[in-house]
C-alpha cells in the first residue's frame, strides 16, 4: 500500500480549520494536567459523546488515559495565549490562574466559548495518538466566538454575510 509524504498530509490536513480546546483532568491525589488540541468532535448524541486526541508522547498521556474525568475547554477568540501555554512542556500550565473549578469541580476556564465535563469511556489506539471518548456529563455554552485553528494559525471564525441575488438587484 502506498503511503502519503507526511509533508503533504501535515499541509493538507493544516487546512482543514479546527476547534483549540484545551482538556484538564485533576488526579485522585488532587494534581491538574491539561493539554492543548484541536482534534475535538462530537461522536454521539444519544449518549451524548466527544472524543479528542492526545498524543501518546505527551507528559500528560498517562494522566488523561487513567482518568475518570475530564473537561474540555473550548477557546474564545483571544485566548490563543492559554493555547500556547498549555502546548509547552516543562511549565506550570496552570500558574496563570485562569483557570477555576468548573464543572464537576474540574479545572475550567469561566469566559471559554464552552466547556464539556466527561466520563472517560474509552480510549482507542490512532496511530501516534490516543484518542480519548468521553460521555459528556454537563456542558456550559458561552457568549464568546470559539478560537479555530486553521493555515497553522489561530483564526477567529467570520460569519458569511447575505449577499444580494441577482434578481434583486435593479
Not at 492543548?36 to 498521556?61: E, F, N, R, W
Not at 493555547?83 to 469541580?105: K, T
Not at 493555515?151 to 441577482?166: A, E, G, I, M
Given at each position: 500500500?502506498?503511503?502519503?509524504?507526511?509533508?503533504?498530509?501535515?499541509?493538507?490536513?493544516?487546512?482543514?480549520?479546527?476547534?483549540?480546546?484545551?482538556?484538564?483532568?485533576?488526579?485522585?491525589?488532587?494534581l491538574r494536567f491539561g493539554f492543548?488540541?484541536?482534534?475535538?468532535?462530537?461522536?454521539?448524541?444519544?449518549?451524548?459523546?466527544?472524543?479528542?486526541?492526545?498524543?501518546?508522547?505527551?507528559?500528560?498521556?498517562?494522566?488523561?488515559?487513567?482518568?475518570?474525568?475530564?473537561?474540555?475547554?473550548?477557546?474564545?477568540?483571544?485566548?490563543?495565549?492559554?493555547?500556547?501555554?498549555?502546548?509547552?512542556?516543562?511549565?506550570?500550565?496552570?500558574?496563570?490562574?485562569?483557570?477555576?473549578?468548573c464543572e464537576l469541580g474540574l479545572?475550567?476556564?469561566?469566559?471559554?466559548?464552552?466547556?464539556?465535563?466527561?466520563?472517560?469511556?474509552?480510549?482507542?489506539?490512532?496511530?501516534?495518538?490516543?484518542?480519548?471518548?468521553?460521555?459528556?456529563?454537563?456542558?456550559?455554552?458561552?457568549?464568546?466566538?470559539?478560537?479555530?485553528?486553521?493555515?497553522?494559525?489561530?483564526?477567529?471564525?467570520?460569519?458569511?454575510?447575505?449577499?444580494?441575488?441577482?434578481?434583486?438587484?435593479?
Amino acid at each position: 500500500m502506498k503511503t502519503i509524504d507526511p509533508a503533504v498530509f501535515t499541509s493538507t490536513m493544516s487546512r482543514i480549520p479546527g476547534p483549540v480546546s484545551v482538556a484538564t483532568t485533576v488526579t485522585p491525589s488532587g494534581l491538574r494536567f491539561g493539554f492543548t488540541g484541536s482534534s475535538l468532535s462530537s461522536l454521539s448524541l444519544d449518549p451524548p459523546m466527544v472524543l479528542i486526541c492526545l498524543s501518546k508522547s505527551a507528559s500528560t498521556h498517562t494522566a488523561f488515559t487513567h482518568a475518570t474525568q475530564f473537561m474540555i475547554n473550548v477557546l474564545a477568540a483571544g485566548q490563543s495565549e492559554v493555547a500556547l501555554r498549555f502546548a509547552q512542556s516543562g511549565v506550570d500550565r496552570f500558574a496563570a490562574g485562569d483557570m477555576r473549578p468548573c464543572e464537576l469541580g474540574l479545572p475550567g476556564l469561566p469566559d471559554a466559548a464552552a466547556r464539556l465535563a466527561c466520563a472517560l469511556v474509552d480510549v482507542l489506539d490512532g496511530g501516534d495518538h490516543s484518542i480519548l471518548t468521553g460521555r459528556v456529563l454537563e456542558a456550559s455554552v458561552g457568549a464568546r466566538s470559539p478560537l479555530v485553528y486553521w493555515d497553522r494559525s489561530f483564526n477567529r471564525p467570520v460569519p458569511l454575510t447575505r449577499t444580494t441575488t441577482n434578481s434583486s438587484r435593479k
